[in-house]
């Protein structure tokens, strides 16, 4: 129930092209969906986050999309750049277990110019 | 900004040594957690810390060893530096829900 499982492991596209990133979650009590882009050689860096209690949310070209009784979140990025080539992270939490973000297995995206 | 520095960008230790990987935190955070990063595997927690002289295992706590005695500062320990070991280690930080994290550490062990 504690794991976060998303795909594809890698994915190229086309400067200008949209990217979909996918997770899948078990644990109903999670409360915190957040992205983190990681860039070689850098630590991840948060990206953008969601609540459950709203079915999309967006930043410039990032939008996560929330699907609650799929249990399911994704990552899209419109107008894909070469600078947004990275390995992006999806996680999700419950507060109540102490803030301990569980990670899914990360997606290398490369956008070609 | 919250800025969470860990002391090694890299490192090369032989097999056996002792090793200290150290993370520093400026922003008071209570939580402060290590993952290793490994290709096709994603971030596997191996030890995190609600407070000062708190620990608890994560996922792949096996060969590491933790130490906070100051809230600002959470040290991992290999004590015994094996092979498998050769990994990028990530430290964070967090108050309530989001991570900060250092710049990792990438430990090469020989």
């Known amino acids: 129930q504690q794991q976060v499982k998303q795909s594809p492991q890698s994915l190229i596209v086309q400067k200008g092209g949209i990217s979909i990133i996918n997770c899948a979650y078990e644990?109903?009590?999670?409360?915190?969906f957040p992205w983190y882009q990681q860039f070689p050689g850098k630590g991840p860096a948060l990206l953008i986050a969601?609540?459950?209690?709203?079915s999309e949310k967006k930043e410039g070209r990032f939008t996560i999309s929330f699907n609650k009784s799929a249990k399911q979140f994704s990552l899209h990025i419109m107008d894909s750049q070469p600078g947004d080539s990275a390995t992006y992270f999806c996680?999700?939490?419950?507060?109540?277990?102490?803030?301990?973000?569980?990670f899914g297995q990360g997606t290398e995206l490369s956008v070609k110019p | 900004d919250v800025k969470v520095t860990q002391s090694s960008r890299y490192l090369v230790k032989r097999t056996g040594e002792k090793v200290f990987l150290e993370c520093v935190q400026d922003m008071d955070h209570e939580n402060m957690f290590w993952y290793r990063q490994d290709p096709g595997l994603g971030l596997r927690l191996i030890y995190f810390?609600?407070?000062?002289?708190?620990?608890e295992k994560g996922d792949i706590p096996e060969g590491y060893s933790v130490s906070r005695e100051k809230k600002e500062r959470f040290s991992l320990i290999l004590e015994s530096a094996s092979t498998n070991q050769t990994s990028m280690y990530l430290c964070?930080?967090?108050?309530?829900?989001?991570?900060?994290f250092g710049s990792g550490t990438r430990l090469t062990v020989v």
């Open positions: 810390s609600y407070d000062v002289k708190m620990k």
């Open positions: 964070a930080s967090n108050h309530l829900y989001g991570y900060t």
């Open positions: 996680a999700a939490n419950n507060y109540n277990q102490g803030g301990k973000l569980i």
């Open positions: 969601i609540r459950p209690d709203v």
């Open positions: 644990n109903t009590a999670f409360d915190y």
